[in-house]
C-alpha cells in the first residue's frame, strides 16, 4: 500500500521560504511521476510542479523562477523549494504520485495516490 507523509508546511512571510518534502513508502512497480498540486480556500485543485520517472520537470506558470521540484530516490523523497513567496501562494499543498503496481499496469493508466496535505500560509 502506497503512503505519502508531506511535512514542511508553515507561516511565512512574504518573500520568505520554504521546503516541503513528501515521503513516500509501500512496494510499488514503477513511478510514472510524482507532483505538488496546491488547493486554495473556494478555488479548484491546481498543479504546482512535478517530475517525471526520467527527470523532467512541469511547473505552473505562476510559480517558474521561485520554485522548484527535486527528488532523492534513495530516500523515496520528493521535495518543493519555495522561494519569493507570495500571499497569492497560501493554500494546502498536496503530494500525488503516479504509479504502476506491476508489469502489466504498465499496459494502462497509471494509479494514483494523494497525500493528506500541508498548509502553506504566506502572511505578514
Known amino acids: 500500500q502506497v503512503q505519502l507523509v508531506e511535512s514542511g508546511g508553515g507561516l511565512v512571510q512574504p518573500g520568505g521560504s520554504l521546503r516541503l518534502s513528501c515521503a513516500r513508502s509501500?512496494?510499488?512497480?514503477?513511478?510514472?511521476?510524482m507532483g505538488w498540486y496546491r488547493q486554495a480556500p473556494g478555488k479548484q485543485r491546481e498543479l504546482v510542479a512535478s517530475?517525471?520517472?526520467?527527470?523532467?520537470?512541469n511547473y505552473a506558470d505562476s510559480v517558474k523562477g521561485r520554485f522548484t521540484i527535486s527528488r532523492d530516490n534513495a530516500k523515496n523523497t520528493v521535495y518543493l523549494q519555495m522561494n519569493s513567496l507570495k500571499p497569492e501562494d497560501t493554500a494546502v499543498y498536496y503530494c500525488?504520485?503516479?504509479?504502476?503496481?506491476?508489469?502489466?499496469?504498465?499496459?494502462?493508466?497509471?494509479?494514483?495516490?494523494w497525500g493528506q496535505g500541508t498548509q502553506v500560509t504566506v502572511s505578514s
Open positions: 500525488n504520485v503516479r504509479y504502476y503496481n506491476s508489469a502489466s499496469d504498465l499496459l494502462r493508466r497509471p494509479r494514483e495516490y
Open positions: 517530475i517525471a520517472s526520467g527527470g523532467s520537470t
Open positions: 509501500g512496494s510499488i512497480f514503477s513511478i510514472n511521476a
